[in-house]
């Protein structure tokens, strides 16, 4: 049984940032596509940013362009999140998910297989 399991959320201040933290068991992590998404209060769920199981390929939602980064450690099961220059806008429970069908692109929560249970990130002005 596949869990992912993530860390790191915060409450920070608007331009902080906070590195999240989502770390896989039960699988075999290098044969996953990991992804973040995010829900904001009354919003549906959204795609913030992926990266291949080859760690080759990253894609990123166009909120998160040139502040957020995503990154992978094979050798600790663990995918990355780091945020940078954070807003209040970026405030949203943060869920880790993964895909184990060996390709990449896929933007819309059904297409993950397996999720987290989130990490809150709140950021004031």
């Known amino acids: 049984q596949v869990r992912l399991v993530e860390s790191g959320g915060g409450l920070v201040q608007a331009g902080e940032s906070l590195r999240l933290s989502c770390t896989l068991s039960g699988g075999t992590f290098s044969s996953y596509t990991m992804a973040w998404f995010r829900q904001g209060p009354g919003t549906e769920r959204e795609f913030v940013a992926a990266?291949?199981?080859?760690?080759?390929?990253?894609d990123y939602a166009d909120s998160g362009k040139g502040r957020f980064t995503i990154s992978r450690d094979d050798a600790k099961n663990t995918a990355y999140l780091q945020m940078n220059s954070l807003e209040p806008e970026d405030t949203a429970i943060y869920y880790c998910?993964?895909?184990?069908?060996?390709?990449?692109?896929?933007?819309?929560?059904?297409?993950?297989?397996?999720w987290g249970q989130g990490t809150q990130v709140t950021v004031f002005s």
């Open positions: 998910a993964a895909d184990g069908r060996l390709h990449f692109g896929a933007v819309k929560p059904d297409e993950y297989d397996y």
């Open positions: 990266i291949s199981w080859s760690g080759r390929t990253t």
